[in-house]
Antibody
Framework: QVQLQQWGAGLLKPSETLSLTCAVSGGSFSGHYWSWIRQAPGKGLEWIGEINQSGSTNYNPSLKSRVTISLDTSKNQFSLRLNSVTAADTAIYYC???????????????????WGQGTLVTVSS | EIVLTQSPEFQSVTPKEKVTITCRASQSIGSNLHWYQQKPDQSPKLLIKYASQSISGVPSRFSGSGSGTDFTLTINSLEAEDAAAYYCHQSSSLPWTFGQGTKVEIK
């Protein structure tokens, strides 16, 4: 059973950098994409970005200038950094597996089938 | 960016009633549409993949249908434990997007 365990600082001041890490256990790190998704208080879900085992990344254009997602394959971990945070970045941040499969030289992107427990990050002066 | 619009945003339902939630995409996404359930203070949980494919362990009262731009999540015979927010999500093209959510309350 795949499990995602995430951690990171929960209280930041404006202009600081958000940093979260997600550890993957119980399954293969390779072959899938690994995403960060956030949810502002009382709001819906917003996809932030993703990375695969090769280090290939995709980011939401709305956050791209401030986001970096990286990975440590030796530890089966991937991380999120979000620069210059403001109160608008206050949210629960989730890591999740984006199930991916390959067929006939094509890559098929699917759903988010495993999620971390979520980390509340509050930005306040 | 593909915009997903869910309706209704809120629904108050009596147990054993049937619930229907719709998700409309701003452009055709084939069957690349998935549904999630999120209970209070929990992470989202995958309910339906590829518009209509069931997920192991999910009760059979949950079903999905649709393709192209119009999709439906149906909960047959609602149970108290189904009180939650429901989200659709498209994996047709980047950036991945979600609907704004539908909150289902039990009367």
């Amino acid at each position: 059973q795949v499990q995602l365990q995430q951690w990171g600082a929960g209280l930041l001041k404006p202009s600081e950098t958000l940093s979260l890490t997600c550890a993957v256990s119980g399954g293969s790190f390779s072959g899938h994409y690994w995403s960060w998704i956030r949810q502002a208080p009382g709001k819906g879900l917003e996809w932030i970005g993703e990375i695969n085992q090769s280090g290939s990344t995709n980011y939401n254009p709305s956050l791209k200038s401030r986001v970096t997602i990286s990975l440590d394959t030796s530890k089966n971990q991937f991380s999120l950094r979000l620069n210059s945070v403001t109160a608008a970045d206050t949210a629960i941040y989730y890591c999740a597996r984006g199930y991916t499969y390959y067929y006939d030289s094509e890559t098929y992107r699917c759903n988010f089938d495993y999620w971390g427990q979520g980390t509340l990050v509050t930005v306040s002066s | 960016e593909i915009v997903l619009t869910q309706s209704p945003e809120f629904q108050s339902v009596t147990p054993k009633e049937k619930v229907t939630i719709t998700c409309r995409a701003s452009q055709s996404i084939g069957s690349n549409l998935h549904w999630y359930q999120q209970k209070p203070d929990q992470s989202p949980k995958l309910l339906i993949k590829y518009a209509s494919q069931s997920i192991s362990g999910v009760p059979s009262r949950f079903s999905g249908s649709g393709s192209g731009t119009d999709f439906t999540l149906t909960i047959n015979s609602l149970e108290a434990e189904d009180a939650a927010a429901y989200y659709c999500h498209q994996s047709s093209s980047l950036p991945w997007t979600f609907g704004q959510g539908t909150k289902v309350e039990i009367k």
